[in-house]
């Protein structure tokens, strides 16, 4: 009987065995609740603002910066 299952699944291709194995595993995922989807997406969009902000001050420091080192002016 044993040998019979190894057969079974040595005959399956690598996509069945790929879709399988991650319809099972998408089965054990627990999905955020409608509330905490809205939370987190909110918290994701305000640390994206943040980051962009201080990336955009940086570049425009470094920008002066290289401008004053090498023209003598901060334009």
């Known amino acids: 009987m044993a ?36 939370r987190l997406t909110g918290l994701v969009l305000v640390v994206m603002v943040i980051m962009g902000i201080f990336l955009a001050t940086m570049d425009y420091l470094a920008h002066g910066l290289m401008n004053l080192i090498l023209f003598g002016t901060w334009a």
């Not at 996509?15 to 099972?24: A, V």
């Open 3 to 38: 040998e019979k299952e190894k057969k079974v699944k040595k005959s399956e291709n690598a996509i069945q065995r790929y879709i399988r194995e991650t319809s099972g595993e998408l089965r054990k995922v627990n999905w955020p609740t409608w509330p905490e989807a809205k």
